[in-house]
């Protein structure tokens, strides 16, 4: 058998729309014929069947067989079909984590959500852009500011019913949806609705949903700010009340992609909002008590953030294992033996812990960590206006002791 040749951009990615070929370039086309073989999904072969002259590899199950199916073709060439562009929530993201951009060329087709903001006279610049494609639904949940324009990719044709049910739930009925199907092929449809009033059925799986936002009455915002009210959490009275929340989340100093560790999470509220900062950010909730933890679950899911890892177990031992944290906030059961300790050995070199105290107990372990190791510790007193018989008067709350530290970076 002669030996095969070798290329230094040996994988091929090519965006298709729903015309199939006729959206096609020369060179897409000149490359889809030559390749000894095409790698696609099943709808995407179909779509550019005439041109393909080697062999066609549908997509198999579970697709990282595919991605290894890909890689074991290293130097020789090799097409992979993708739909419109490749790099846009596309394969062509995932096979950039295994192969430099170096070894590939790539001839992106307009995404669906170019597609859709062109039907929609939408700047792209100036919307939402989410994919729900096989993502929970309540990722939406933080978008939803009254006036905003999102376009989001959905799963199947359901979806945009379960988006406009989703709407209605959280106060946003009144918001304008349109659903936009098979974007660039011969069944395009664009259609629009009030999510209150959704009664499209038969929608292409292929589809994109615009929604323009408005609110009613009682809707559910998540504002931008740190420190929500608490009366949008549920809760048992375990919380973090929202200006101590505010000025630990300030402490804890979110960075881009950054893990946080929180300890003794009661209602979930500081890994909550840490998340909110940016979709990048990541959160582990350890909580001892089952009751709490399925709470913690539930506003996770209820303010946009169902990524929020929960860890039902006592510290230190449920700390076992867990991937390393930039940042690690105590708010529970950090009197306990070991915890501290943990804690602080777990911590990445450079990160912040930040530890609040209202028991004199973990007030004087702050203490002697403030002594032992220095950082920043203040105390926060905080008064609310609260009816005193027929008048009202300043009801102070709890004191709570902060400690705020970063670890040496040797």
């Not at 950039?96 to 070894?103: G, I, K, N, Y």
């Not at 420190?227 to 009340?241: A, R, S, V, Y």
């Not at 004087?364 to 960590?369: D, G, K, M, R, S």
Request: proline share 6%; aromatic share 6%.
């Amino acid at each position: 058998m002669p030996e095969m040749p070798s290329f230094q951009r040996w994988l091929i990615i090519i965006g298709i729309g729903e015309d199939g070929p006729a959206g096609l370039g020369d060179e897409a086309k000149r490359l889809i014929a030559a390749a000894p073989i095409v790698f696609g999904g099943a709808r995407h072969i179909e779509l550019v069947q005439a041109l393909i002259k080697g062999e066609a590899h549908h997509w198999l199950s579970p697709f990282e067989k595919s991605i290894d199916a890909v890689l074991a073709r290293r130097g020789m060439l090799t097409v992979v079909l993708a739909s419109g562009d490749p790099f846009f929530y596309g394969v062509g993201a995932t096979l950039s984590r295994h192969v430099a951009a170096s070894e590939m060329s790539v001839i992106p087709a307009p995404s669906s959500f170019s597609l859709a903001a062109s039907r929609l006279g939408w700047p792209l610049q100036d919307v939402t852009v989410l994919s729900l494609h096989g993502r929970p639904l309540d990722l939406i949940r933080p978008h939803l500011h009254p006036g905003r324009k999102i376009l989001a990719l959905t799963s199947d044709g359901q979806g945009p019913a379960d988006l406009a049910r989703l709407l209605q739930e959280t106060g946003f009925g009144q918001s304008t949806l349109t659903v936009l199907e098979a974007l660039g092929g011969a069944d395009e449809r664009v259609s629009t609705q009030a999510a209150t009033d959704f009664t499209l059925s038969g929608i292409n799986d292929l589809n994109v949903c615009g929604i323009e936002v408005k609110a009613g009455d009682g809707a559910r915002i998540l504002p931008f700010s740190a420190g929500l009210d608490d009366d949008l959490f549920e809760h048992d009275g375990q919380i973090t009340k929202r200006e101590i929340r505010a000025m630990t989340l300030s402490a804890l100093t979110p960075r881009h992609g950054e893990l946080l560790w929180d300890i003794g999470a009661g209602s979930g509220s500081i890994g909550i909002e840490w998340m909110l900062v940016h979709s990048s950010m990541r959160a582990i909730a350890i909580e001892s008590s089952s009751e709490r933890a399925a709470r913690i679950r539930r506003n996770a899911a209820s303010f946009g953030v169902p990524g929020l890892t929960i860890i039902e177990g006592h510290a230190p031992q449920a700390l076992a294992g867990l991937p390393a944290p930039g940042a690690i906030f105590i708010g529970g059961g950090g009197s306990d033996q070991g915890v501290m300790e943990a804690a602080i050995a777990a911590l990445k070199k450079g990160g912040r812990l930040v530890a609040n105290a209202v028991t004199t107990d973990m007030e004087a372990i702050l203490l002697a960590e403030y002594a032992r190791r220095g950082g920043s510790l203040i105390r926060i007193d905080i008064a609310r206006v609260a009816p005193i018989g027929a008048m009202t008067g300043w009801r102070p709350a709890m004191p709570v002791t902060q400690w705020s530290w970063v670890k040496p970076q040797k």
